[in-house]
Protein backbone atom coordinates (compact mmCIF):
# COMPACT_ATOMS: atom_id res chain seq x y z
CA UNK A 1 0.00 0.00 0.00
CA UNK A 2 2.90 2.09 -1.08
CA UNK A 3 1.83 3.65 -4.58
CA UNK A 4 0.85 6.56 -5.07
CA UNK A 5 -2.81 7.19 -6.05
CA UNK A 6 -3.97 9.93 -8.26
CA UNK A 7 -7.27 12.34 -8.04
CA UNK A 8 -8.62 10.13 -10.45
CA UNK A 9 -6.65 6.75 -10.78
CA UNK A 10 -7.76 3.87 -12.61
CA UNK A 11 -8.29 1.59 -9.60
CA UNK A 12 -8.98 -2.37 -9.79
CA UNK A 13 -12.61 -1.57 -9.76
CA UNK A 14 -14.38 0.95 -11.88
CA UNK A 15 -17.16 3.30 -10.20
CA UNK A 16 -19.60 1.23 -12.08
CA UNK A 17 -18.56 -1.96 -10.97
CA UNK A 18 -18.38 0.18 -7.52
CA UNK A 19 -22.27 0.82 -7.61
CA UNK A 20 -23.09 -2.46 -8.39
CA UNK A 21 -21.58 -4.67 -5.96
CA UNK A 22 -23.17 -1.87 -3.44
CA UNK A 23 -26.42 -2.70 -4.67
CA UNK A 24 -25.94 -6.51 -4.63
CA UNK A 25 -24.75 -6.51 -0.59
CA UNK A 26 -26.65 -6.16 2.35
CA UNK A 27 -25.10 -2.84 2.27
CA UNK A 28 -27.69 -1.22 0.47
CA UNK A 29 -28.93 0.28 3.84
CA UNK A 30 -25.80 2.72 2.37
CA UNK A 31 -27.38 4.02 -1.15
CA UNK A 32 -28.50 7.53 -0.77
CA UNK A 33 -30.09 7.30 -4.27
CA UNK A 34 -30.87 4.47 -7.17
CA UNK A 35 -27.52 6.04 -8.74
CA UNK A 36 -24.83 6.73 -6.09
CA UNK A 37 -24.16 4.11 -3.53
CA UNK A 38 -22.66 6.15 -0.18
CA UNK A 39 -19.31 4.42 -0.81
CA UNK A 40 -18.93 6.17 -4.11
CA UNK A 41 -19.98 9.26 -2.30
CA UNK A 42 -17.04 8.51 -0.09
CA UNK A 43 -14.41 7.46 -2.55
CA UNK A 44 -15.22 11.01 -4.53
CA UNK A 45 -15.16 12.90 -1.17
CA UNK A 46 -11.73 11.48 -0.74
CA UNK A 47 -10.47 12.51 -3.96
CA UNK A 48 -11.72 15.95 -3.59
CA UNK A 49 -9.85 15.95 -0.46
CA UNK A 50 -6.71 14.86 -1.88
CA UNK A 51 -7.23 18.04 -4.86
CA UNK A 52 -7.80 20.32 -1.85
CA UNK A 53 -4.17 19.31 -0.28
CA UNK A 54 -2.41 19.34 -3.63
CA UNK A 55 -3.65 22.95 -3.66
CA UNK A 56 -7.34 23.24 -5.37
CA UNK A 57 -9.86 25.42 -3.35
CA UNK A 58 -13.04 23.13 -2.36
CA UNK A 59 -15.06 24.42 -4.90
CA UNK A 60 -12.98 23.37 -7.75
CA UNK A 61 -11.74 19.83 -6.48
CA UNK A 62 -15.77 18.90 -6.22
CA UNK A 63 -16.61 20.19 -9.41
CA UNK A 64 -13.73 17.90 -10.90
CA UNK A 65 -14.52 14.44 -9.57
CA UNK A 66 -16.77 12.50 -11.83
CA UNK A 67 -20.42 12.51 -10.57
CA UNK A 68 -21.89 11.58 -13.40
CA UNK A 69 -23.86 8.68 -11.50
CA UNK A 70 -24.85 11.65 -8.81
CA UNK A 71 -28.43 13.14 -8.44
CA UNK A 72 -28.97 16.55 -6.67
CA UNK A 73 -29.28 14.81 -3.12
CA UNK A 74 -26.03 12.87 -3.82
CA UNK A 75 -23.85 15.63 -4.95
CA UNK A 76 -25.26 17.98 -1.90
CA UNK A 77 -24.26 15.13 0.33
CA UNK A 78 -20.40 14.90 -1.68
CA UNK A 79 -20.08 18.55 -0.47
CA UNK A 80 -21.17 18.14 2.96
CA UNK A 81 -18.57 15.39 3.83
CA UNK A 82 -16.01 17.05 1.93
CA UNK A 83 -16.39 20.23 3.75
CA UNK A 84 -17.30 18.88 7.27
CA UNK A 85 -13.92 16.58 6.93
CA UNK A 86 -11.81 19.90 6.20
CA UNK A 87 -13.64 21.66 8.91
CA UNK A 88 -12.32 18.76 11.42
CA UNK A 89 -9.36 17.73 9.77
CA UNK A 90 -7.01 18.51 12.37
CA UNK A 91 -8.92 15.95 14.72
CA UNK A 92 -9.93 13.46 11.62
CA UNK A 93 -6.13 13.46 10.55
CA UNK A 94 -5.23 12.87 13.78
CA UNK A 95 -7.28 9.88 14.69
CA UNK A 96 -6.11 8.04 11.47
CA UNK A 97 -2.63 8.60 12.18
CA UNK A 98 -3.24 6.48 15.40
CA UNK A 99 -4.47 3.32 14.13
CA UNK A 100 -1.74 3.25 11.38
CA UNK A 101 1.38 1.92 11.23
CA UNK A 102 2.55 2.79 7.75
CA UNK A 103 1.25 5.40 5.76
CA UNK A 104 -1.57 3.83 3.35
CA UNK A 105 -2.63 5.01 0.03
CA UNK A 106 -3.31 8.70 0.14
CA UNK A 107 -7.21 7.38 -1.39
CA UNK A 108 -7.09 5.15 1.31
CA UNK A 109 -5.71 7.51 3.67
CA UNK A 110 -8.58 9.77 2.53
CA UNK A 111 -11.54 7.59 2.57
CA UNK A 112 -10.41 6.95 6.69
CA UNK A 113 -10.33 10.27 6.85
CA UNK A 114 -14.04 11.13 5.90
CA UNK A 115 -15.63 8.03 7.36
CA UNK A 116 -13.73 9.00 10.86
CA UNK A 117 -15.45 12.57 10.20
CA UNK A 118 -18.79 10.78 9.70
CA UNK A 119 -18.40 8.25 12.75
CA UNK A 120 -17.54 11.68 14.70
CA UNK A 121 -20.03 13.78 13.35
CA UNK A 122 -22.51 12.57 11.07
CA UNK A 123 -26.25 10.79 11.41
CA UNK A 124 -25.78 8.24 9.45
CA UNK A 125 -25.54 4.71 11.07
CA UNK A 126 -21.99 3.63 12.43
CA UNK A 127 -22.56 0.34 10.53
CA UNK A 128 -23.21 1.82 7.35
CA UNK A 129 -20.65 4.33 7.55
CA UNK A 130 -18.13 1.26 8.15
CA UNK A 131 -19.29 -1.50 5.79
CA UNK A 132 -19.10 1.26 3.01
CA UNK A 133 -16.32 2.94 3.64
CA UNK A 134 -14.24 -0.82 3.45
CA UNK A 135 -16.07 -0.81 0.28
CA UNK A 136 -14.92 2.07 -1.07
CA UNK A 137 -11.24 0.86 0.15
CA UNK A 138 -11.94 -2.59 -1.04
CA UNK A 139 -12.65 -0.81 -5.25
CA UNK A 140 -8.80 0.60 -4.98
CA UNK A 141 -7.60 -1.96 -3.02
CA UNK A 142 -8.89 -5.34 -2.39
CA UNK A 143 -5.89 -6.67 -0.12
CA UNK A 144 -6.33 -3.11 2.10
CA UNK A 145 -10.25 -4.21 3.28
CA UNK A 146 -9.03 -6.09 6.22
CA UNK A 147 -6.55 -2.76 7.10
CA UNK A 148 -9.28 -0.20 6.71
CA UNK A 149 -11.69 -2.20 8.49
CA UNK A 150 -9.60 -2.92 11.77
CA UNK A 151 -8.68 0.75 11.51
CA UNK A 152 -12.36 1.99 11.73
CA UNK A 153 -13.39 -0.70 14.35
CA UNK A 154 -10.71 0.16 16.24
CA UNK A 155 -11.51 3.99 16.30
CA UNK A 156 -15.42 2.80 17.43
CA UNK A 157 -13.58 0.98 20.28
CA UNK A 158 -12.68 4.12 22.00
CA UNK A 159 -13.72 6.96 20.40
CA UNK A 160 -13.33 9.69 23.19
CA UNK A 161 -9.34 8.15 23.81
CA UNK A 162 -8.73 8.75 20.42
CA UNK A 163 -10.10 11.77 20.13
CA UNK A 164 -8.54 13.08 23.63
CA UNK A 165 -5.16 12.27 21.94
CA UNK A 166 -5.43 13.83 18.61
CA UNK A 167 -6.17 17.05 20.63
CA UNK A 168 -2.62 16.70 22.65
CA UNK A 169 -1.27 18.78 19.44
CA UNK A 170 -2.84 22.44 18.50
CA UNK A 171 -3.71 21.32 14.90
CA UNK A 172 -6.10 18.24 16.30
CA UNK A 173 -7.18 20.47 19.03
CA UNK A 174 -8.43 23.54 17.51
CA UNK A 175 -8.41 21.75 13.87
CA UNK A 176 -6.29 24.52 12.30
CA UNK A 177 -2.96 24.32 11.23
CA UNK A 178 -0.50 24.64 14.20
CA UNK A 179 1.12 27.92 12.21
CA UNK A 180 -1.96 29.36 12.53
CA UNK A 181 -2.95 28.72 15.85
CA UNK A 182 0.10 30.50 17.36
CA UNK A 183 -0.29 33.28 14.74
CA UNK A 184 -4.16 33.76 16.34
CA UNK A 185 -2.91 33.01 19.75
CA UNK A 186 0.03 35.93 19.36
CA UNK A 187 -2.38 38.49 17.36
CA UNK A 188 -5.36 38.17 19.91
CA UNK A 189 -4.68 37.09 23.37
CA UNK A 190 -8.05 37.32 24.89
CA UNK A 191 -10.02 36.51 22.44
CA UNK A 192 -7.40 33.71 20.64
CA UNK A 193 -10.17 30.48 21.47
CA UNK A 194 -13.38 32.33 20.83
CA UNK A 195 -11.58 32.75 16.96
CA UNK A 196 -10.96 29.83 16.60
CA UNK A 197 -14.18 28.42 17.87
CA UNK A 198 -16.00 30.33 15.48
CA UNK A 199 -13.63 29.37 12.64
CA UNK A 200 -14.79 25.60 13.38
CA UNK A 201 -18.74 26.41 12.98
CA UNK A 202 -21.10 26.98 10.35
CA UNK A 203 -22.10 30.25 9.62
CA UNK A 204 -25.78 31.19 8.73
CA UNK A 205 -27.49 32.09 5.73
CA UNK A 206 -27.51 35.56 5.55
CA UNK A 207 -29.77 38.22 3.27
CA UNK A 208 -29.16 41.63 2.62
CA UNK A 209 -32.58 42.95 1.23
CA UNK A 210 -32.53 45.37 -1.46
CA UNK A 211 -34.36 48.81 -0.76
CA UNK A 212 -34.50 49.31 -4.46
CA UNK A 213 -36.82 46.48 -5.28
CA UNK A 214 -38.55 45.34 -2.06
CA UNK A 215 -38.75 46.05 1.86
CA UNK A 216 -38.45 43.75 4.66
CA UNK A 217 -42.09 43.52 5.19
CA UNK A 218 -42.96 42.42 1.93
CA UNK A 219 -40.11 39.89 1.87
CA UNK A 220 -40.98 38.58 5.14
CA UNK A 221 -44.41 37.83 4.36
CA UNK A 222 -43.33 36.21 0.83
CA UNK A 223 -41.33 33.96 3.12
CA UNK A 224 -43.95 32.96 5.48
CA UNK A 225 -46.12 31.79 2.61
CA UNK A 226 -43.99 29.45 2.28
CA UNK A 227 -43.02 28.57 5.63
CA UNK A 228 -39.81 29.70 5.59
CA UNK A 229 -38.43 30.78 8.90
CA UNK A 230 -36.06 34.23 9.27
CA UNK A 231 -34.60 36.00 11.99
CA UNK A 232 -34.97 39.69 11.51
CA UNK A 233 -31.65 41.33 12.39
CA UNK A 234 -32.32 44.63 11.11
CA UNK A 235 -34.66 46.41 8.16
CA UNK A 236 -31.75 44.99 5.85
CA UNK A 237 -30.39 41.69 6.94
CA UNK A 238 -32.49 38.61 7.84
CA UNK A 239 -31.21 35.16 8.47
CA UNK A 240 -32.39 31.94 7.41
CA UNK A 241 -33.40 29.72 10.07
CA UNK A 242 -32.43 26.50 7.84
CA UNK A 243 -30.33 26.79 5.08
CA UNK A 244 -32.05 26.57 1.45
CA UNK A 245 -31.62 26.61 -2.10
CA UNK A 246 -31.15 30.08 -3.05
CA UNK A 247 -31.95 30.35 -6.23
CA UNK A 248 -35.61 29.00 -5.39
CA UNK A 249 -36.25 31.18 -2.66
CA UNK A 250 -38.80 33.92 -3.15
CA UNK A 251 -37.60 36.93 -4.75
CA UNK A 252 -34.67 35.78 -5.73
CA UNK A 253 -34.69 36.10 -9.59
CA UNK A 254 -36.29 39.63 -9.11
CA UNK A 255 -33.49 40.65 -7.15
CA UNK A 256 -35.41 41.40 -3.74
CA UNK A 257 -31.74 40.20 -1.97
CA UNK A 258 -28.38 39.29 -2.22
CA UNK A 259 -26.39 36.68 -0.07
CA UNK A 260 -23.95 38.29 1.83
CA UNK A 261 -22.87 37.54 5.15
CA UNK A 262 -23.48 40.41 8.41
CA UNK A 263 -19.83 41.44 8.72
CA UNK A 264 -19.55 42.22 4.55
CA UNK A 265 -22.67 44.60 5.00
CA UNK A 266 -20.71 46.82 6.91
CA UNK A 267 -18.35 48.26 4.05
CA UNK A 268 -21.14 49.99 2.43
CA UNK A 269 -22.70 52.28 4.70
CA UNK A 270 -19.02 52.48 6.46
CA UNK A 271 -17.56 54.10 2.62
CA UNK A 272 -20.58 56.16 3.38
CA UNK A 273 -20.70 57.02 -0.72
CA UNK A 274 -23.43 59.93 -1.41
CA UNK A 275 -25.31 60.79 -4.79
CA UNK A 276 -23.13 62.30 -7.24
CA UNK A 277 -20.35 60.99 -6.30
CA UNK A 278 -17.57 58.89 -8.55
CA UNK A 279 -16.77 55.61 -6.06
CA UNK A 280 -14.29 52.72 -6.66
CA UNK A 281 -14.61 49.35 -5.95
CA UNK A 282 -11.05 47.60 -6.44
CA UNK A 283 -11.08 44.52 -6.26
CA UNK A 284 -15.04 43.71 -6.90
CA UNK A 285 -15.80 40.45 -7.89
CA UNK A 286 -18.02 38.63 -7.34
CA UNK A 287 -20.04 42.32 -6.50
CA UNK A 288 -22.02 41.47 -3.38
CA UNK A 289 -20.35 44.87 -1.24
CA UNK A 290 -20.37 47.14 -4.81
CA UNK A 291 -24.39 45.93 -5.21
CA UNK A 292 -24.50 47.26 -1.76
CA UNK A 293 -22.93 50.38 -2.63
CA UNK A 294 -25.39 51.27 -5.56
CA UNK A 295 -28.66 49.86 -3.39
CA UNK A 296 -27.92 52.80 -1.02
CA UNK A 297 -26.91 56.25 -3.22
CA UNK A 298 -26.97 56.89 -6.70
CA UNK A 299 -23.10 57.32 -7.47
CA UNK A 300 -21.03 56.46 -10.45
CA UNK A 301 -19.24 53.54 -9.87
CA UNK A 302 -16.34 51.51 -11.15
CA UNK A 303 -15.86 47.66 -10.67
CA UNK A 304 -12.76 46.47 -11.45
CA UNK A 305 -11.25 43.36 -10.61
CA UNK A 306 -8.41 41.58 -12.27
CA UNK A 307 -10.63 38.44 -13.57
CA UNK A 308 -12.53 38.73 -16.13
CA UNK A 309 -14.43 35.32 -15.62
CA UNK A 310 -15.22 36.76 -11.99
CA UNK A 311 -16.35 39.79 -13.67
CA UNK A 312 -18.91 37.85 -15.39
CA UNK A 313 -20.49 37.22 -11.61
CA UNK A 314 -20.68 40.64 -10.76
CA UNK A 315 -22.96 41.56 -14.55
CA UNK A 316 -25.41 39.01 -13.75
CA UNK A 317 -25.59 40.23 -9.82
CA UNK A 318 -25.87 43.46 -10.97
CA UNK A 319 -28.41 42.46 -14.03
CA UNK A 320 -30.50 40.63 -11.13
CA UNK A 321 -30.84 43.32 -8.89
CA UNK A 322 -31.86 46.11 -11.47
CA UNK A 323 -28.14 48.07 -10.85
CA UNK A 324 -25.94 49.57 -13.01
CA UNK A 325 -22.26 50.62 -12.99
CA UNK A 326 -18.90 50.52 -15.19
CA UNK A 327 -17.23 46.66 -15.13
CA UNK A 328 -13.52 46.52 -16.08
CA UNK A 329 -11.35 43.74 -16.11
CA UNK A 330 -7.92 45.05 -15.05
CA UNK A 331 -5.01 44.43 -12.15
CA UNK A 332 -5.89 47.59 -9.69
CA UNK A 333 -2.47 47.79 -8.76
CA UNK A 334 -1.14 49.34 -12.50
CA UNK A 335 -3.20 52.69 -12.64
CA UNK A 336 -2.10 53.30 -15.77
CA UNK A 337 -3.83 50.72 -17.44
CA UNK A 338 -7.28 51.64 -16.40
CA UNK A 339 -7.39 55.22 -14.75
CA UNK A 340 -8.46 57.86 -16.85
CA UNK A 341 -7.15 59.95 -14.27
CA UNK A 342 -10.20 61.44 -12.80
CA UNK A 343 -10.02 61.32 -8.96
CA UNK A 344 -12.43 59.01 -7.00
CA UNK A 345 -14.47 60.70 -4.03
CA UNK A 346 -14.72 57.37 -2.31
CA UNK A 347 -12.67 53.61 -2.62
CA UNK A 348 -13.70 50.47 -1.57
CA UNK A 349 -10.55 48.47 -0.93
CA UNK A 350 -11.69 44.94 -0.07
CA UNK A 351 -8.06 43.42 -0.32
CA UNK A 352 -6.56 39.76 -1.19
CA UNK A 353 -6.13 38.20 2.06
CA UNK A 354 -5.77 34.89 3.30
CA UNK A 355 -9.30 34.69 4.29
CA UNK A 356 -8.57 33.52 7.53
CA UNK A 357 -11.84 35.22 9.20
CA UNK A 358 -14.44 33.14 6.50
CA UNK A 359 -12.70 29.81 7.07
CA UNK A 360 -16.53 28.74 8.85
CA UNK A 361 -17.65 28.94 5.25
CA UNK A 362 -14.68 28.01 3.18
CA UNK A 363 -12.77 25.31 5.55
CA UNK A 364 -10.44 24.11 3.06
CA UNK A 365 -9.03 27.76 3.47
CA UNK A 366 -6.91 26.65 6.81
CA UNK A 367 -5.62 23.84 4.58
CA UNK A 368 -4.79 25.71 1.38
CA UNK A 369 -2.93 28.68 3.12
CA UNK A 370 1.03 28.55 4.31
CA UNK A 371 2.46 30.82 6.53
CA UNK A 372 4.54 31.89 4.13
CA UNK A 373 1.44 33.36 1.77
CA UNK A 374 1.33 36.22 4.71
CA UNK A 375 4.50 38.10 3.88
CA UNK A 376 3.41 37.86 -0.17
CA UNK A 377 -0.24 39.08 0.99
CA UNK A 378 1.31 42.03 2.98
CA UNK A 379 3.44 43.13 0.19
CA UNK A 380 0.12 42.94 -2.11
CA UNK A 381 -1.58 44.76 0.45
CA UNK A 382 0.65 47.97 0.59
CA UNK A 383 1.46 48.17 -3.31
CA UNK A 384 -2.29 48.42 -3.19
CA UNK A 385 -2.76 51.04 -0.84
CA UNK A 386 0.19 53.24 -2.36
CA UNK A 387 -1.20 52.76 -5.74
CA UNK A 388 -5.27 53.09 -5.19
CA UNK A 389 -4.52 56.37 -3.02
CA UNK A 390 -2.89 58.39 -5.88
CA UNK A 391 -6.00 58.08 -7.57
CA UNK A 392 -8.48 59.30 -4.39
CA UNK A 393 -9.25 63.05 -4.69
CA UNK A 394 -8.55 65.51 -1.59
CA UNK A 395 -10.91 65.17 1.01
CA UNK A 396 -11.99 61.52 -0.39
CA UNK A 397 -12.11 58.28 1.58
CA UNK A 398 -10.70 54.85 1.18
CA UNK A 399 -12.10 52.06 3.43
CA UNK A 400 -9.68 49.35 3.97
CA UNK A 401 -11.24 45.89 4.19
CA UNK A 402 -10.07 42.14 4.85
CA UNK A 403 -11.54 39.27 5.81
CA UNK A 404 -9.00 38.13 8.11
CA UNK A 405 -7.96 38.52 11.90
CA UNK A 406 -4.47 38.39 11.18
CA UNK A 407 -2.42 41.79 12.32
CA UNK A 408 -0.30 41.82 9.42
CA UNK A 409 -2.86 42.03 6.92
CA UNK A 410 -4.60 44.51 9.22
CA UNK A 411 -4.15 46.67 12.19
CA UNK A 412 0.10 46.74 11.20
CA UNK A 413 -0.98 47.42 7.64
CA UNK A 414 -2.68 50.42 8.44
CA UNK A 415 -0.30 51.66 10.63
CA UNK A 416 2.32 51.11 8.37
CA UNK A 417 0.15 52.67 5.71
CA UNK A 418 -0.02 55.97 7.69
CA UNK A 419 3.54 56.41 8.41
CA UNK A 420 3.95 56.04 4.49
CA UNK A 421 1.51 58.47 3.77
CA UNK A 422 1.14 62.04 5.70
CA UNK A 423 -1.51 62.84 3.71
CA UNK A 424 -3.41 60.07 5.37
CA UNK A 425 -5.48 59.88 8.30
CA UNK A 426 -7.71 57.26 10.07
CA UNK A 427 -11.34 58.33 10.86
CA UNK A 428 -12.58 56.38 14.04
CA UNK A 429 -15.40 53.98 13.34
CA UNK A 430 -18.06 51.65 15.95
CA UNK A 431 -18.22 48.51 14.40
CA UNK A 432 -21.39 46.36 16.31
CA UNK A 433 -21.32 43.87 19.12
CA UNK A 434 -17.45 42.64 19.40
CA UNK A 435 -15.21 43.20 21.88
CA UNK A 436 -12.25 43.59 19.43
CA UNK A 437 -14.39 46.76 17.39
CA UNK A 438 -12.43 49.60 18.75
CA UNK A 439 -9.61 48.88 16.54
CA UNK A 440 -11.75 48.03 13.32
CA UNK A 441 -11.77 44.34 13.81
CA UNK A 442 -14.68 42.28 14.18
CA UNK A 443 -13.97 38.57 15.11
CA UNK A 444 -15.79 35.36 13.73
CA UNK A 445 -19.28 34.74 15.27
CA UNK A 446 -19.40 38.01 17.38
CA UNK A 447 -22.88 38.12 19.53
CA UNK A 448 -24.37 35.33 18.08
CA UNK A 449 -27.96 36.75 19.29
CA UNK A 450 -27.80 39.89 17.23
CA UNK A 451 -24.10 39.88 15.61
CA UNK A 452 -23.52 36.46 13.78
CA UNK A 453 -20.94 37.10 11.47
CA UNK A 454 -17.44 35.95 10.14
CA UNK A 455 -14.18 37.85 10.57
CA UNK A 456 -13.87 40.80 9.28
CA UNK A 457 -11.54 44.06 9.09
CA UNK A 458 -11.99 47.75 8.69
CA UNK A 459 -10.51 51.41 8.12
CA UNK A 460 -11.39 54.25 7.01
CA UNK A 461 -9.44 56.38 5.53
CA UNK A 462 -9.36 59.98 4.62
CA UNK A 463 -6.81 62.47 2.17
CA UNK A 464 -6.12 65.46 3.70
CA UNK A 465 -4.01 68.55 2.60
CA UNK A 466 -0.16 67.28 3.95
Not at 106 to 135: C, D, G, M, N, R
Not at 184 to 192: F, I, L, M, S
Request: proline share 4%; net charge positive; hydrophobic share 45%.
Amino acid sequence: MTSNVALNPSDTASPNQLSKRAKKSPLSTGVLTDSAPLALVQRRAAEALLAVLAGNNADTAIARVDTSQFDGASRSALADLVLGTLRFFGETRGIVRQFVRAKPEPLIEAILWVAVYQLAHSKTASHVVVSQAVAAVEAVNRGAKGFANAVLRNYQRAPEAALAKARDTDEGEWNHPAWWVKRVRADHPEWWELILRGGNAQGPLTLRINPRKTTQEKLVAAFERKEIELDVLSDATVVMKRARSVQRLPGFAEGWFSVQDAGAQLAAPLLGAKTGMRVLDACAAPGGKAAHILELSDCSLVALDIDALRNQRVSENFSRLGLTAEIRAADASQIKEWWDGKPFDRILLDAPCTGSGVVRRHPDGKWLKRETDMAQLANLQALLIDRLWQTLAVGGRMLYCTCSVFKQENAAQIDAALLRHANMRRIRINLPGDPASSGGQLLPGGNKKTHNHDGYFYALLEKIVS
